[in-house]
Nanobody, 115 residues
Framework: QVQLVESGGGLVQAGGSLRLSCVAS????????MGWYRQAPGKQRELVAS???????NYEDSVKGRFTILRDSAKNTVYLQMNSLKPEDTAVYYC?????????WGQGTQVTVSS
């Protein structure tokens, strides 16, 4: 049963922007902190941004000032607005609850930033 579906990735030049979306089932979204994670080739998956049910946000240092995480409770959707993208942001991006649960990993969405 698919419960988290990511979309919005693509190929973009350095300095460009993308907005990722993650639609979650209501049972997952309503009471949980949500996070965006990414995994680059040959690297471990890392948390890049999170947002609590109350709207408190946290960001990994390398994305502070460039990425913004938002949640829309009416749509059970969490967004990741990514600006000033860099080649090192290239990765597969996933959403999950925070802290994550293995059962909730989806297919992710590929983000590729060209230099």
């Amino acid at each position: 049963q698919v419960q988290l579906v990511e979309s919005g990735g693509g190929l973009v030049q350095a300095g460009g922007s993308l907005r990722l979306s993650c639609v979650a089932s209501a049972s997952i979204f309503r009471f949980n902190a949500m996070g965006w994670y990414r995994q680059a080739p040959g690297k471990q998956r890392e948390l890049v941004a999170s947002i609590t049910s109350g709207g408190t946000t946290n960001y990994e240092d390398s994305v502070k000032g460039r990425f913004t995480i938002l949640r829309d409770s009416a749509k059970n959707t969490v967004y990741l607005q990514m600006n000033s993208l860099k080649p090192e942001d290239t990765a597969v991006y996933y959403c999950n609850v925070q802290p994550f649960l293995h059962a909730y990993w989806g297919q992710g969405t590929q983000v590729t930033v060209s230099s």
